[in-house]
């Protein structure tokens, strides 16, 4: 390996790819766009090759580029779980970094960190709740373990293993004193206020091809939210609203009657949730234990559905 590529410029390269622009990499890595633009031109210096090209869309990578997109990752991703083993080898307790999406934030996660918690006490849990895109590239890059959630569009699983622990629909949710609640049909929805999944969410082209497919455009009057406290505040506030959602974030809800689900026909929306890790990577002994945790916790959660 050329001695003059360092850590910085694979992972500003890392960045840029996953993000797709300069600004949004920099922002990732707290970094100006000058510096990871530098970083970049430096990176290629040393390879003698394009790795990337600009346009007015964005980034794009190059063959070359996508090609060494992956040996860069996976090397990121090594270095940064090797200094983390050896930096908790023999400390009081061990990191483990879990990335959560909505959809499993608040219905099967808290079970399975129970039982972790019983089992492991002396590892150290550092949950973050956040949208696909950003959890997995974390992921990709070393900064999580793991990932638990819904599976994502294909080319956000590039160089990822998913092991699958249920299938989810998507619901559509209001409050129980809405006007919304007798509603049949998704064309009626456009009378009201929609929270509705925004890009980067794994449940969004699910919907988008639902509403497609049945030739339904899309709502005029809506919000797009991934924040499950943002769009139980707002349902629960405003009758005229009305929430597009993963089961399993508002499954409390639905059971305790603070949130009604719309008899409407969402049947092409179902999903699989599981567990997202690098693939070829090994599994510390507290990655098997906490997987193994969700696994049961998953086992009871799709018993009580």
């Not at 970094?31 to 980034?59: H, N």
């Not at 150290?124 to 974390?138: K, N, Y």
């Not at 082209?205 to 797009?224: Q, S, T, Y």
């Amino acid at each position: 390996m050329d001695r003059r590529i360092k850590f910085r410029h694979l992972d500003a390269f890392s960045a840029i790819a996953r993000a797709g622009s300069f600004k949004k990499a920099a922002a990732e890595l707290n970094l100006s766009q000058p510096a990871i633009s530098k970083a970049l031109k430096e990176l290629e210096d040393i390879l003698g090759t394009v790795l990337m090209e600009r346009d007015r869309s964005g980034v794009k990578l190059t063959q070359k580029g996508e090609v060494f997109l992956q040996f860069a990752e996976q090397s990121t991703a090594a270095l940064r779980h090797g200094l983390r083993s050896v930096r908790t080898s023999g400390a009081a307790n061990e990191h483990l970094g879990i990335g959560v999406l909505p959809s499993a934030a608040s219905s099967l996660l808290p079970d399975a960190v129970s039982v972790f918690a019983k089992e492991d006490p002396d590892t150290l849990l550092e949950i973050d709740e956040g949208p696909h895109s950003d959890l997995t590239s974390r992921l990709r890059s070393g900064r999580l373990d793991l990932v638990v959630g819904r599976l994502g569009r294909p080319q956000s699983m590039h160089g990822l293993t998913f092991r699958q622990l249920y299938s989810e629909e998507v619901v559509v949710v209001a409050a129980p004193s809405s006007s919304a609640a007798s509603l049949h049909r998704f064309e009626d929805l456009d009378r009201y206020r929609v929270l509705y999944p925004p890009p980067d969410s794994a449940i969004r082209p699910l919907v988008a091809r639902m509403l497609i497919a049945r030739g339904v455009p899309l709502f005029r009057n809506r919000i797009e939210t991934a924040s499950a406290a943002v769009g139980r505040a707002l349902t629960l506030a405003d009758p005229d609203t009305v929430w597009v959602i993963s089961r399993g974030v508002v499954l409390h809800d639905l059971l305790d009657g603070r949130l009604v689900r719309l008899e409407i026909d969402t049947g092409p929306t179902y999903g699989a949730v599981g567990i997202m890790s690098v693939a070829d990577d090994v599994p510390t002994p507290a990655i098997r234990a906490f997987s193994n945790a969700l696994i049961r916790a998953a086992k009871r959660y799709d018993a009580d559905r």
